[in-house]
C-alpha cells in the first residue's frame, strides 16, 4: 500500500487508543490496548518490555489495528478504522523516545514518560489493508 489518506493520518495523530489483535501459539486470539504514532508512512507503537504481544508478533506478524474516531453527538455510527497490516520489530534505544513523544500527545505537552530510560522494541506496522467507516475506505475497500 502507498501511503495513508491524510484523513487517517489526521485521525492517528488525534491520538486515538488503538487495539492491537495478534494471535496466540493456539490460534486464540490476544488483543492489547496501545497508543499509536507516524513515522513517515508507517504507523508506529513502543514498548518497553517483550510481553505476549510481541512474542506473538515474533511468531506471526499479521496483525490487525483497529480504533475510532472522536464520538460525534447524534451520529449512527461513528468513523472508525481496522488496519490489517505485518508488524516488524525493533529492538531499539529509541523505544523510550517514542513512547515519551507520545506520552506528549495522549497526556500532556508538559509529562515525560514515566518509565526508566533503556532498550526496548518499536512495532512498525506495514499496512496491507484499510477498512471500517470514514473517509480513508475505498468504495472497493
Known amino acids: 500500500m502507498n501511503g495513508l489518506p491524510q484523513e487517517l ?3 492517528i495523530e488525534s491520538a486515538p487508543l488503538a487495539h492491537l489483535s495478534t494471535s496466540n501459539a493456539d490460534g486464540s486470539p490476544q488483543v492489547s ?6 513515522d513517515g508512512d508507517h504507523i508506529v507503537s513502543g514498548h518497553m518490555r517483550r510481553h505476549v504481544k510481541l ?12 480504533f475510532t ?3 460525534t453527538p447524534d451520529v449512527l455510527l461513528n468513523e472508525y478504522a481496522v488496519l490489517r497490516a505485518h508488524a ?3 529492538e531499539t534505544d529509541g523505544a523510550w523516545d517514542l513512547l515519551n513523544r507520545l506520552t506528549k500527545v495522549y497526556m500532556s505537552p508538559d509529562d515525560e514518560f514515566p518509565a526508566p530510560k533503556g532498550p526496548g522494541y518499536v512495532i512498525r ?4 489493508r484499510i477498512g471500517g467507516v470514514g473517509p ?3 468504495k472497493s475497500g
Request: zero cysteines; hydrophobic letters at 45%; charged letters at 30%.
Open 55 to 66: 512474542r506473538n508478533i515474533d511468531r506471526d506478524p499479521r496483525v490487525v489495528l483497529s
Open 125 to 128: 506496522y506495514r499496512i496491507e
Open 136 to 138: 480513508w475506505v475505498t
Open 69 to 71: 474516531a472522536p464520538r
Open 9 to 11: 493520518r489526521d485521525l
Open 88 to 90: 516488524t520489530i525493533e
Open 33 to 38: 490496548v496501545i497508543w499509536i504514532g507516524l
